[in-house]
Structure formats: C-alpha cells, structure tokens
T-cell receptor, first 113, second 119 residues
Framework: DGGITQSPKYLFRKEGQNVTLSCEQN?????MYWYRQDPGQGLRLIYY???????QKGDIAEGYSVSREKKESFPLTVTSAQKNPTAFYLC????????????FGQGTRLTVV | AQKVTQAQTEISVVEKEDVTLDCVYE???????LFWYKQPPSGELVFLIR??????QNEISGRYSWNFQKSTSSFNFTITASQVVDSAVYFC????????????????FGKGTKLTVNP
C-alpha cells in the first residue's frame, strides 16, 4: 500500500540529546514537509523540501535539522538546541505543481523526560 | 502574509444535529488553494477537500458540504446529521502560489476546531 510511514510512534528523549524522527513515503511525491503540533496551536511548518538535496526552513526551524538524500526519505533531527521539543510531529508529502493535497503520516509523539 | 482563522476552538453537538465549522482566510495572492483536513484521535490528518480560488461552486459529498465565498474570504464546512464518528479536530488550510510560480507549496493551517458529537 502506498503511503507515508513515520517512526517511531512514541519517542522519549533526555534533555541534551539529539533524536531523529523517520519519515518515508512510497507515493513518488516530490515535496515533503515536517510540521509540529502543539495543543491549541494548530500545525506549524518546521522544514520542507521540494527536491532531493534541497530544503528550506519553515516558520519554526530553530533547533531542528533535516536532510533529503533520497526522494523517499526526509528525516528530522531534533537537536539539543530546541528548548521545548515535547510535541506531536507530523510528516507530509505532496506532488508538484501547486495546489495538490498533502498526505500525512500518523505522527510521532516526542516527550522530553 | 497568509493567515487562516478558525474562531471556534471547540464545538459540542448532539448526534443528528447539523454543525458548521467556520474558516476565514487572508491572502494577497489571486491564485490560491483552500483545504479541509480531519484529525481523528489516532492523529493522522485525513484530506477532505481542496478548492482553488477560481472555483466558487459549493460542493457536497454525502453529509459534508463546503461553502466558499471569496467576498467574505470564507470557506465554511457543514456536517449534516452529525454522527459520533465525526468527532475529531478539523483543520482549514491555505496554500498560495506554487512551486512553478516561485512559491513554496506550503500549507498554512488554522488552529483547528475540535468537534465532539455526543450520542
């Protein structure tokens, strides 16, 4: 089945540690996105990529890093510089050009302990 | 800058009631796309509808209907005869000029409306 797979579903991190969230898609989509969701805040864009080996910062990129070495994969690293990383993280992908709907993974809930 | 406002934070209805979720957007572009997504308790966002700025026709899909009015910059969503399975958080989103026009394709989301349908 085609879709977006995020792993793990739940992740616990100690303060000061970097962690990497996985996002893989087999939809042959060009664009991939990472969003952060906090209660009452809706979804905020962290990073996005429209082509392999290229990505742009979203609205809240500080403390995060990404890579896009393969079309299918767009991992997100939450670094120790992110002061408040506890949140629900959603990965999405879409085809280009404009206006196509994005498909979302099931999310990763990250908790700092 | 683009912005999406969903003024209703939470709505609670009794099964079989009709309910309308409001969405107001701001954009400077003449070409844009509007979306509604549903987020059930499982967390994954489910695409419901896309509407481009040149198509103001209302759409109906089963118990769901959408009213797009450019004059008021609104894209409201109505559920007729609500059911318990409709309980979820609903997001309205806006996408401006796309990749082919130098844009980014990124979606800007409202903060969501949590709908609870009680039996």
């Amino acid at each position: 089945d085609g879709g977006i797979t995020q792993s793990p579903k739940y992740l616990f991190r100690k303060e000061g540690q970097n962690v990497t969230l996985s996002c893989e898609q087999n939809l042959n989509h060009d664009a991939m996105y990472w969003y952060r969701q906090d209660p009452g805040q809706g979804l905020r864009l962290i990073y996005y990529s429209q082509i392999v080996n290229d990505f742009q910062k979203g609205d809240i990129a500080e403390g995060y890093s990404v890579s896009r070495e393969k079309k299918e994969s767009f991992p997100l690293t939450v670094t120790s510089a992110q002061k408040n990383p506890t949140a629900f993280y959603l990965c999405a992908s879409s085809i280009l050009p404009q206006g196509t709907e994005a498909f979302f993974g099931q999310g990763t809930r990250l908790t700092v302990v | 800058a683009q912005k999406v406002t969903q003024a209703q934070t939470e709505i609670s209805v009794v099964e079989k009631e009709d309910v309308t979720l409001d969405c107001v957007y701001e954009t400077r572009d003449t070409t844009y796309y509007l979306f509604w997504y549903k987020q059930p308790p499982s967390g994954e966002l489910v695409f419901l509808i896309r509407r481009n700025s040149f198509d103001e026709q209302n759409e109906i899909s089963g118990r769901y209907s959408w009213n797009f009015q450019k004059s008021t910059s609104s894209f409201n969503f109505t559920i007729t005869a609500s059911q318990v399975v409709d309980s979820a958080v609903y997001f309205c989103a806006l996408s401006e000029a796309g990749y082919s026009q130098g844009g980014s394709e990124k979606l800007v989301f409202g903060k969501g409306t949590k709908l609870t349908v009680n039996p």
